[in-house]
């Protein structure tokens, strides 16, 4: 029978697939492939984390936990964003447990988005945040951070961006790909624009446990914004924990009593035991995390100046586990590297331009890998770079 009628929606019809996954499916195909393509980390969760979700099991705790997640994790995130970032969140009324960081990006954006509001995104970034802003019948106004400025955002760029549309503005430090993070100076330059204009900021601080030279600030405890801040965090990648799919959010009541409105009709609950093993990740898990962030911290080392002295001229990232170097130098665009990287020399990375527009002339490299498989990968680099 002749098709007649697409059954998608606009939406969905018009959302492009994201440009790492061309990549990784050209990557899966060849063998021996060093692979500094994917974001997460290379450790296994920590033994007493996968430990307490097995006892979760065998005492049979296998039913939905309350919509907004077990209290007991609720009380611990609490503690935890109170200790580690000096910000005060209610357990019962302040916090929902969600399915990964991703998940509470998506009802965050629901929860605030009209038809046709726009929403502010800061490019280079993680490339889920204009499509779940599109979904959610918003419009993505998106603004381009330069290199010259480590790709941090300045108040005048910001501002530029602002219409009567605008009600939000996603913000993420630690950065994924640059690994830029913003300390208070940063913070409150945004805030002031934020306050100015009335705005609600997304804070995605999923990498705020891997910041390796300066103390970690939240936005949330800038002076002024917790009241307009959506603090957005989560276990995948300070603890290891990807794939468990455990997130959270922090927000003023109004803001996450709407949240968990969508949340209760759409998922329920997060995954009952991997909230179990998030409670042992809290209570226990700190000298672990620590651990993981020292020997990142070695890594990014090594790496960054390997790459600087190989020609790839790279900024210092502060944290999260990415190094987005310039390939300019080369002649190539970052899609031409990429590709031919993984052709010649069997090294996968991610062409800078996937995360947006100024990240062309860059590749985002992750370096949660082990050091031999950095080195090997430093040394492959070296002879591609001088080939051309
Ligand atoms: N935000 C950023 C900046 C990320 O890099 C990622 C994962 N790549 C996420 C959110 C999603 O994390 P989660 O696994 O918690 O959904």
């Known amino acids: 029978m002749e098709q007649t009628k697409t059954y998608l929606s606009e939406t969905v019809n018009a959302l492009k697939p994201s440009g790492i996954r061309r990549f990784f499916d050209l990557a899966a195909g060849i063998e021996g492939v060093i692979s500094l393509g994917v974001g997460e980390p290379d450790f296994v969760t920590s033994w007493s984390v996968r430990e307490a979700a097995i006892l979760s099991l065998e005492q049979g705790y296998t039913s939905y936990t309350a919509n ?64 779940l802003v599109a979904l959610a019948g918003g419009k993505p106004v998106t603004v381009q951070t330069k290199k010259e400025n480590d790709f941090k955002i300045t108040a005048e760029e910001l501002e530029q961006a602002i219409t009567n549309r605008t009600k939000a503005v996603i913000l993420c430090s630690p950065n994924n790909p640059t690994g830029t993070m913003l300390n208070r100076h940063d913070l409150e330059e945004i805030a002031a624009v934020a306050k100015k204009y009335n705005l609600l900021i997304l804070s995605d601080e999923i990498y ?122 080369t002649g190539l665009t970052s899609e031409q590297f990429a590709e031919r990287l993984l052709l010649e020399e069997k090294v996968a990375v991610v062409p800078g331009d996937v995360f947006g527009e100024s990240g062309q002339g860059h590749i985002r490299c992750s370096y949660a890998s082990s050091m031999e498989q950095l080195q090997e990968a430093v040394k492959r680099m070296k002879r591609f770079v001088e080939r051309i």
């Not at 103390?215 to 995948?236: C, D, N, P, Q, Y």
């Open 208 to 329: 705020a446990e891997l910041s390796y030279d300066e103390k970690f600030v939240s936005l949330a405890a800038i002076e002024g914004m917790r009241e307009r801040t959506i603090l957005i965090s989560g276990f995948s990648k300070g603890f290891a924990m990807t794939g468990w799919r455990l997130g959270f959010v922090c927000a003023p009541e109004e803001i996450t009593q709407a949240m968990l409105k969508i949340h209760q009709y759409a998922i329920m609950c997060a995954p009952t035991m991997a909230q179990y093993a998030a409670v042992e990740a809290l209570k226990n898990g700190q000298e672990d995390v620590i651990g993981m962030r020292k020997d990142y911290r070695r890594r990014r080392n090594y790496f960054v100046q390997s790459l600087n002295e190989i020609g790839l001229e790279c900024h210092v990232p502060g944290g999260a586990f990415y190094a987005f170097p310039s390939v300019q130098s």
């Open 68 to 131: 907004a997640g077990l209290l007991e994790l609720r009380e611990e995130i609490s503690a935890y964003m109170e200790k580690g970032f000096h910000v005060t969140y209610s357990p019962k009324k302040e916090i929902i447990v969600t399915v990964g960081a991703s998940q509470a990006l998506d009802i965050a954006l629901r929860a605030i988005i009209d038809a046709g509001d726009e929403v502010i995104v800061i490019e280079p970034c993680f490339v889920s945040y204009a499509p």
